[in-house]
């Protein structure tokens, strides 16, 4: 499994595996396309984006943005934004290489956290963080209005 930054050129596949993660996440709620689109091209160009790649095909995507932390100004955070592997590649190596890469990449550019959340139907246990060094200090509620 080979990872790799993704480029403007991984758009429309960024814009197809985000339908399918908002399906996974809210089988409900049909994603708009054209917004997903919009998204992928400015988190590749201003945000921190990786793709694993089987040798044959695209399978998953991590991205994320570095910003201030909120209480400590001289604290930053890579912060996650988006997560997914495609189903027939789970269990494979695809997400953790991906997520290896997200912490590398914090650490060269010497973040002080790397902050991850996780939708509540994934299929990664709390010990696939904990024993990379994370440790849970919030959970998010979600309320539509």
Not at 85 to 99: I, K, N, Q, Y
Request: hydrophobic share 45%; proline share 4%; net charge negative.
């Amino acid at each position: 499994m080979n990872i790799r930054k993704a480029t403007i050129m991984d758009v429309e596949f960024i814009k197809d595996i985000g339908i399918r993660a908002c399906l996974f996440a809210r089988p409900d709620k049909e994603p708009d396309p054209e917004h997903l689109l919009v998204q992928a091209v400015n988190l590749v160009k201003t945000g921190i984006f990786f793709i694993s790649n089987n040798g044959e095909q695209d399978t998953g995507i991590i991205s994320g943005i570095i910003q201030p932390n909120l209480w400590y100004p001289d604290e930053t955070n890579l912060v996650e934004l988006f997560w997914y592997v495609d189903d027939e590649f789970r269990g494979t190596s695809a997400a953790l290489r991906l997520l290896k890469a997200f912490i590398d990449y914090g650490k060269e550019n010497k973040v002080n956290h790397v902050v991850m959340s996780v939708e509540r139907n994934s299929p990664l246990s709390n010990e696939v963080f904990t024993k990379r060094g994370f440790q849970l200090l919030e959970k998010a509620f979600v309320m539509e209005v």
